[in-house]
């Protein structure tokens, strides 16, 4: 789930959280946006939404492993934290799609 | 013995911190309040209202992704009454404090944020009956750091500088130059401000929860957060290391393979979201 600004939706965006005006629901968690509903969106005073997907990534991923593999330096050969450098290590690549 | 002198003296420096005269004005007033003995729920609730900054600023916080409650609570009575008082009290110093993190340390409050997160999902997990509490340990365990670097200035940037020039953890430099770590600094503030005896060693042992003697599991849980945090690389909390945990207590929380997933995505996702938090 991520954030994003009204300007930045595309149709074919699924919407992570439901859309709310008060209490009434406009449009609910999964729904799948069209142009028409974007340009509805964009008059409503709206700021931002929660969409489906992860959020773009700041750093390529291979900097993001090589700082990841900087961090743990010291530390490797400590009980767990080969485990640990692991789950990390797969939930960066996750971030980039595999 | 000299050392010992050093450390009452920076013990009595650090708890004089009301009268420091570059203390933000609302962690002053929130730090005088929280000394009080006996602090009703109405005293919180009426101050945090005349301070309309201060009350968006809190709503924000207990509707974010790190307290659970999206959207729902619309006042501070209410987020008193759903969070209960230690963690309104420990939610207004985050939020002061917040202020000079961001002008001191760039990066330690979205480490803090995150801490936050991981120590709530693991609390929840353990099936804790509190796990907001435990959350606002971990939004505070680094607070000592924030004071340090306000009343220790120059001490400080040749801490951070050492920590950096030899590739060591800030918690060792900061052995060198000072009598105590900011986990100590911790420790006494947490005390000074009245905070029930598991905050006060979540926050004081997140270096050496194997210290812990009444609250051991909110220490493992905020030493376990801080580490996984790092690990992850969200936020900067003064060095780029992350630290060994502490074998025995990564064994008791037994953290399955998936539970870890769950956490780094879950701090993916909020730090995404509380990037213009506050």
Same mark, same amino acid.
């Given at each position: 789930m991520r954030r994003i600004t009204i300007d930045k939706l595309e149709p074919g965006m699924i919407l992570a959280?439901?859309?709310?005006r008060g209490t009434m629901v406009?449009?609910?968690?999964?729904?799948?946006?069209?142009?028409?509903?974007?340009?509805?969106?964009?008059?409503?005073?709206?700021?931002?939404?929660?969409i489906e997907g992860h959020p773009e990534q700041a750093i390529p991923k291979e900097e993001a492993l090589a700082r990841l593999d900087s961090r743990f330096q010291h530390v490797e050969d400590q009980p767990h934290m080969k485990f640990l450098k692991k789950l990390?290590?797969?939930?960066?690549?996750?971030?980039?799609?595999? | 013995m000299a050392d010992n002198i050093?450390?009452?003296?920076?013990?009595?420096?650090?708890?004089? @911190? &009301? +009268?420091?005269p570059t203390l933000p004005s609302t962690l002053r007033q929130i730090s005088v309040m929280l000394e009080k003995p006996r602090l009703t729920m109405d005293e919180i609730a009426r101050f945090v209202s005349n301070d309309p900054a201060? +009350? +968006?600023?809190?709503?924000?916080?207990? &509707?974010? #992704? #790190?307290?659970?409650?999206?959207?729902?609570?619309?006042?501070?009575?209410?987020? @008193?009454?759903?969070?209960g008082l230690n963690v309104i009290r420990g939610l207004l110093l985050g939020i002061s404090v917040f202020e000079l993190m961001q002008k001191n340390m760039t990066g330690l409050w979205e480490h803090s944020l995150a801490c936050a997160v991981a120590a709530r999902y693991i609390a929840r997990q353990k099936k804790m009956k509190e796990p907001e509490e435990?959350? %606002?340990?971990?939004?505070?365990?680094? @607070?000592?750091?924030? %004071?340090?670097?306000?009343?220790?200035s120059t001490e400080y940037e040749q801490i951070l500088r050492e920590a950096k020039d030899r590739d060591i953890c800030l918690y060792e430099a900061e052995r060198n130059y000072l009598a105590a770590t900011h986990a100590e600094v911790g420790l006494w503030l947490a005390q000074k401000w009245r905070f029930p005896a598991n905050l006060v060693e979540a926050i004081g042992f997140h270096h050496q929860p194997q210290s812990a003697r009444q609250a051991p599991l909110e220490t493992a849980i905020v030493?376990?957060?801080? @580490?996984? =945090?790092? #690990?992850?690389? =969200?936020?900067?909390?003064?060095?780029?290391f992350v630290p060994a945990v502490h074998p025995a207590t990564w064994e008791m929380l037994q953290l399955s393979e998936e539970d870890v997933n769950a956490i780094l995505t879950q701090i993916e996702e909020s730090a995404s979201m509380t990037k213009e938090e506050i």
């Open positions: 959280k439901p859309l709310l406009i449009l609910g968690e999964g729904a799948q946006l069209t142009e028409a509903w974007i340009s509805r969106i964009e008059d409503m005073e709206i700021e931002s939404l929660f990390v290590k797969e939930h960066i690549e996750g971030l980039y799609g595999g | 050093e450390l009452q003296k920076m013990r009595a420096k650090v708890e004089g @911190i &009301n +009268t420091l201060l +009350t +968006t600023k809190v709503l924000k916080m207990v &509707n974010s #992704a #790190a307290y659970g409650f999206p959207g729902r609570i619309s006042s501070v009575s209410h987020a @008193i009454m759903l969070l435990v959350s %606002i340990c971990a939004l505070l365990h680094d @607070i000592g750091k924030a %004071i340090v670097m306000l009343q220790y030493h376990v957060s801080d @580490i996984l =945090v790092r #690990a992850k690389g =969200v936020g900067f909390a003064g060095d780029l």
